[in-house]
């Protein structure tokens, strides 16, 4: 009985891992933000708010994806998702960066703003 225990608590400690490990960018959804957010600003400060958050984005974007490099490493070494439990899985920072990006990019559509 005691084996089949351990053999239980593996799978069940191999399960965690395997859904714990952290997402590539790309597959992350974005956080919907209303366009009204940004309607009051002019062409101008949407523009520089614009390349404020696609920087925002690629910096968050990087960790995110360094983390899930360091999970796919750590899973694949020790069949633990090292860079989410190092705290390095950066998901939800990369949805409110990829929603804000959206929404100021259609208040820029809805201004006609180039």
């Not at 608590?9 to 992350?28: E, F, H, Q, S």
């Not at 490493?73 to 990369?94: C, N, R, T, W, Y």
């Not at 959206?102 to 703003?113: H, L, R």
């Amino acid at each position: 009985m005691p084996k089949m225990t351990k053999t239980c608590g593996a799978v069940l400690i191999a399960a965690a891992a395997v859904t714990a490990c952290a997402k590539r960018p790309d597959a992350i959804v974005p956080v919907d933000i209303p366009m009204a957010a940004y309607t009051n600003q002019t062409c101008e400060q949407l523009g520089r708010e614009m390349l404020k958050e696609q920087q925002a984005l690629a910096a968050v974007s990087k960790a995110q994806t360094d983390a899930a490099n360091g999970d796919a490493f750590g899973v694949f070494l020790i069949g633990v998702p090292v860079g989410s439990v190092a705290g390095g899985d950066k998901e939800g920072q990369v949805a409110v960066a990829k929603g804000k990006v959206q929404a100021i990019d259609s208040a820029m559509k809805s201004k006609g703003c180039k």
